[in-house]
């Protein structure tokens, strides 16, 4: 827990400095907030981080949550009594409580500022003394102390009662400041002597003597049973044995605030800035001072380790490293883009677009002359053996000792230099090479030897000069200017060169990276994870690579180059690089020096607070139709879909800038990214959805999702229940209509089967009229003949037909063996009728089984009878009459009546005119009533033997029948 400040003493603090023209005091990067950005008040009285990650800053003009987008304010309107808010806590409720400069405290409930039902009994109890620093303990006690620290009250719900526990010794005040766990952290006023120690008063209380009114004391547990406590005139650190260690200087200093970093660092501030004490044991000495010359309230770092500061005159700082130093004059012209860094014996140096170079001591910057170099941009120097530079666009030689420039040559346009190893310079033009000697002879190549637009020049171990043209890559040997053809193909720009692992790197502007060794070539591009195809420079620390892009530096990992196995990460404006646009890397002593557009920085690579994390995402709320609801499960209506969900990363490096990805499972699979908080579903189908959302950081990792679970019911008419009503009521329907539908054609069906079989019976019926007639004319015959034997006989077997035929005249279907036996006595009558002018038999083939077989009765006679009438007779010789019964596959079989009379085409010629065989029909309607009652084949069909085509005569008729 913190102590803010309320009243502080505004000191001085004046250190040695050369003229502001003549150096640059390095500094760090950060974002700076004030009311343009939406904070309350530029006036920071404090800072505070919650549980859930929110920043809060408390002003003279109301409290502010920032959330990475926006500051949400709270003041009087939401319930603040005074919008001068001097100091912010958080309960173990995830409450955040306020106090204001009138000294009444409240809490934030929803978005409402509620009083403290207590304010009333702790004024009753102050004696005219305002409320100061407030804690809740492990019991969710509410203690609260005076600024004056003289009483000291403990609070639970609505009870304030005064806590006054026994102190021994002399009866000097007793300042209470806070208290840590079970312990009570006191501090009493004393005189300033060399054995100020600690001495116990009891289990609870400890005793300090610091010289001084102490009215701006503040303490911090810095360790296991280890606290500090700044005073008026310095601070102390004490652990639980009574044994201390007292700083008190004789510096104008006033630590206001003492504050204890998550990274272990002790942090005192007050009107000159924050100082950083790494080492709390050796005191303020060493420490390292950070916004000198601010009125620094309050130091905060956050979960993520990112620093907050707070001003009281200028807002709100944010620093996302602290390992970053930027050398910069704040202006936006070429003094600040610096082009070109360099190391020559021992010193560092860098310079800017306008050509002026400065040399690098420790914190400052240090211009080595006073004016520009009188040509236009300039893109690089270079140092001589002899502690000269040559800078400008055109090659200026600067002897910093006199503070004169020197024209070299006034038609030269110098793109890059380089110190050779041999003392010589050379240079790269925008068209070809020149070198200075170690006498300051300037020299330039012929172009008809080399005459390409250089932009950089590498030398390499064994000597030869590499250089890098808008056409690809060359190299000289100190004879002749060779091109790499294995590069070249494809004319990339080469804009830097270093050497890694016997690999000449090649830093492209359109190819990414490309590595040559022993005429092989290899490449690292965007695809495979390089920041951007459009690299500006490139340099190795003995193990990897660092690439500038206009997308800051990347690190590079090369785990096989061949698989272009590579792992990265990336420093940029989010972790505090001034600008994204690196124009030159140099590694030195394990540090990197980096020249950007906006200055020249100094860059620690092994600091973690460059490393990206990972951060959760948290879904804030869920709109359903323009209505904020629960962001948890939730169940809403058919007609509730609209769906609109809020999500935050609290990840403040990339801020408004951070990139998300979610997917709603249930409506599609795959991740969509966006930079915007929040997702929009207009019109969501019934289902359920799960909504899985996640954060990218700087580095492009992406963080831990949040998700949440919800249920659009769908329309009654789209519920099971419903459709299975539905579909039962569609299922009786249909079933009743064809019931009625079937037994409508049921009943049809049964009528036309019984007036079929009606019709059938009437056709046997009809049979036997007709067969009565032509017996009786045959017995008639007989009698008129005086063949009365015959006759008898005739009328005797007649009679035993005629009881046959009223036997089954009723029936559908008869057995063929029935149906054969009534033909057998049919033509025995028929014989008797003809005596020797008729012969006939009945032959069965196939081993058919003909009591088995059906037939419809009477059906054979008509087609014997017309034979033997209309074939046989006619001809006036002997007739034969033969009937065959055979298979004809496995589902029929098949009845042959065959004659050898006159054939049926000259039987027609001998029928009346107008005479029609009534038998004849009947049989063949007779038929197609079988056929259509059974589906199955029932025909008649008859052949005239006499148009076959041979020497036969007759008729045959062949009835196709179903077995």
């Known amino acids: 827990m913190r102590c803010f400040v309320y009243i502080v003493t505004v000191c001085c603090c004046l250190c040695g400095a050369l003229h502001a ?23 920071v009285q404090g800072i505070f981080e919650d549980s859930r990650g929110y920043i809060w800053t408390i002003t003279d003009r109301g409290a502010a949550r920032y959330d990475g987008y926006t500051f949400r304010t709270y003041t009087t309107k939401h319930g603040f009594s005074s919008n001068n808010i001097l100091l912010i806590n958080e309960d173990h409720h995830g409450r955040m409580w306020f106090m204001c400069n009138n000294g009444e405290y409240c809490y934030l409930d929803g978005d409402t ?39 000291l009250f403990k609070c639970f719900g609505d009870s304030v009662s005064e806590f006054k526990p026994a102190v021994s010794g002399s009866q000097t005040p007793t300042y209470y400041l806070r208290r840590v766990g079970e312990k009570l952290i006191t501090l009493q006023v004393g005189e300033i002597t060399h054995d100020n120690k600690i001495s116990t008063t009891d289990n609870i209380s400890y005793l300090l003597d610091v010289a001084g009114e102490c009215k701006l004391a503040c303490s911090v547990q810095v360790a296991e049973n280890r606290w500090a406590v700044a005073g008026p005139g310095g601070f102390v650190v004490f652990d639980e044995a009574g044994n201390l260690k ?140 002899n502690d000269k530079f040559i800078t400008g666009n055109k090659p200026f030689l600067l002897d910093p000792k006199k503070g004169t ?16 190893h041999h003392g010589d310079c050379v240079f790269g033009l925008s068209d070809g090479i020149a070198f200075l000697d170690v006498n300051e002879k300037w020299q330039r190549v012929e172009k008809t030897q ?53 690999y000449l790197v090649c830093c492209t502007r359109a190819s990414g990276l490309i590595f040559y060794k022993d005429g092989k070539t290899f490449s690292i591009k965007e695809t495979d994870g390089l920041l951007s195809d459009m690299t500006d ?64 920085c100094v860059i620690d690579p092994e600091s973690e607070a ?33 769906i609109r969900i809020h999500f935050q990363s609290l990840y403040f490096r990339t801020a408004e800038k951070t990139t998300y990805r979610y997917k709603l499972l249930g409506f599609f699979d795959y991740w969509i990214e966006t930079n915007m908080p929040s997702a929009d579903f207009p019109v969501l189908p019934a289902g359920r959805y799960d909504f899985i959302v996640q954060a990218r950081n700087e580095d492009g990792i992406w963080g831990e999702g949040a998700s949440t679970t919800f249920i659009i019911l769908p329309h009654y008419s789209q519920t099971w229940w419903f459709r299975t009503v539905l579909a039962m009521i569609l299922i009786i329907s249909i079933y009743l209509i064809f019931y009625f539908v079937y037994q409508n054609k049921k009943a049809k069906l049964v009528n036309r089967a019984k007036m079929s079989e009606l019709r059938q019976q009437a056709l046997n019926a009809n049979m036997n009229p007709h067969f009565i007639f032509n017996a009786l004319g045959s017995i008639q015959h007989f009698i008129n003949g005086g063949k009365s034997i015959e006759a008898n006989e005739y009328l005797a077997d007649f009679s035993r037909l ?34 020797d002018k008729l012969e006939y038999e009945i032959i069965k083939k196939d081993n058919l089984n003909t009591f088995d077989l059906e037939i419809p009765p009477m059906l054979l006679q008509p087609y014997v009878e017309n034979a033997l009438l209309h074939g046989i007779l006619p001809s006036g010789r002997p007739g034969k009459l033969t009937i065959s019964i055979y298979a004809k596959d496995s589902d029929y079989y098949c009845i042959d009546i065959t004659d050898n009379g006159i054939g049926l085409t000259a039987s027609i010629k001998t029928v009346p005119e107008g005479h029609k065989s009534l038998a004849l029909k009947m049989n063949q309607e007779r038929l197609a009533i079988l056929e259509a009652q059974t589906g199955l084949r029932h025909r008649a069909e008859i052949t005239d033997l006499s148009m076959a085509g041979n020497s036969e005569s007759g008729t045959r008729v062949s009835i196709i029948l179903p077995v």
């Open 610 to 642: 460059l490393r990206g994390r990972t951060t959760q995402t948290f879904i804030t709320d869920l709109m359903v139709n323009g209505i904020v609801q629960s962001a948890h499960d939730s169940v809403f209506h058919w007609n509730e879909n609209n």
């Open 246 to 385: 007292a700083y008190f200087e004789s510096s104008p200093y006033i630590f206001s605030t003492l504050e204890h970093d998550r990274s272990g660092n002790l942090w005192l501030t007050n009107s000159n800035g924050a100082f950083r004490l790494k080492n709390y044991n050796n005191g303020p000495g060493d420490a390292d001072v950070f916004f000198e010359g601010h009125f620094i309230t309050s130091v905060l770092q956050d979960h993520l380790g990112n620093y907050w500061f707070g001003d009281r005159d200028n807002g709100l700082f944010f620093v996302p490293s602290l390992d970053i130093e930027v050398f910069s004059t704040g202006t936006s012209g070429k003094q600040d883009k610096i082009i070109s860094v360099k190391e020559h014996k021992g010193k560092l140096y860098y310079s800017d677009a306008s050509g002026q170079i400065y040399l690098v001591q420790e914190k400052r910057a240090i211009k080595l002359t006073e004016n520009p170099v009188p040509s236009g941009v300039s893109l690089d120097f270079t140092s001589t053996q």
């Open 405 to 420: 420039y020197k024209l070299l040559d006034d038609q030269a346009v110098i793109r890059k230099s380089l110190l050779l």
């Open 450 to 502: 080399f005459g390409e637009r250089c932009n950089s020049l590498f030398e390499d171990t064994a000597g030869i000069l590499w250089i890098g043209t808008n056409t690809g890559l060359y190299k000289y040997d100190g004879t002749a200017f060779q091109a790499i053809d294995p590069v070249n193909e494809k004319k990339p720009r080469v804009a830097d060169i270093c050497e890694w692992n016997g």
């Open 113 to 151: 500022i509620r009083p403290y039902a207590g304010n009333s009994k702790i004024k009753n109890l102050l004696r005219d003394k305002l409320p100061g620093p407030f804690y809740f303990d492990e019991q969710d006690t509410l203690w609260i102390t005076t600024f004056s620290g003289i009483q």
């Open 21 to 43: 023209s003549a150096q640059i005091t390095s500094r760090v990067p950060f974002r700076h907030y004030d009311t343009q950005q939406g904070l309350p008040s530029t006036q």
């Open 537 to 600: 420079c490139v340099v190795t620390d003995g193990n990897s690579l660092w690439v500038g892009t206009a997308s800051g530096i990347q690190h590079i990992i090369v785990r096989d180059l061949e698989k272009t196995e590579i792992a990265t990460f990336v420093i940029n404006d989010q972790k505090g690089l001034p600008s994204n646009e690196v124009n030159d890397i140099l590694y030195y002593e394990g540090k990197l020096l980096v020249a950007t557009n906006d200055g020249y």
């Open 802 to 835: 005629i009881r046959m035929n009223l036997e089954t005249n009723q029936e559908s279907l008869v057995s063929l063996d029935e149906e054969l036996e009534r033909l057998s006595l049919y033509l025995k009558l028929e014989h008797l009728r003809f005596t």
